[in-house]
């Protein structure tokens, strides 16, 4: 089960940690994304953590949002700054087996709640 958290109102500009948390397996293991919905547009990935580590982030946000894990506290976060109204979204985090290096977008198959980030002045 993963459980997402860290949502909330930021002016633009801000900055936000969203958290997502598993129990019940060790998210090390497997590989593990987050994704958005922004308001009437279609889901995006955001960021993927392979099973073997590597990370990867969508081109337009690379630059703004930082993906992390604490295998001790079995959370990943996502760091997000230079916050924009466009980025306002419900995230959500998601784990599927493990891919080696790879993120298959397709396979993601257990997914969090979701928590909501809004930016808006």
């Known amino acids: 089960q993963l459980q997402a958290s860290g949502g909330g109102s930021v002016q633009p500009g801000g900055t936000l940690r969203l958290s997502c948390t598993a129990s019940g397996f060790s998210l090390g293991d497997y590989a593990v994304a987050w994704f958005r919905r922004a308001p009437g547009k279609e889901r995006e990935a955001v960021s993927c953590r392979s099973s073997d580590g590597s990370i990867y982030y969508s081109d337009t946000l690379k630059s703004r949002f930082t993906m992390a894990m604490d295998n001790a506290k079995n959370t990943v976060y996502l760091q997000m700054s230079s916050l924009k109204p466009e980025d306002t979204a419900i995230y959500y985090c998601?784990?599927?087996?493990?891919?080696?290096?790879?993120?298959?977008?397709?396979?993601?198959?257990?997914w969090g709640q979701g928590t909501l980030v809004t930016v808006s002045s």
């Open positions: 998601a784990s599927t087996k493990p891919y080696g290096s790879k993120c298959p977008l397709f396979a993601f198959d257990s």
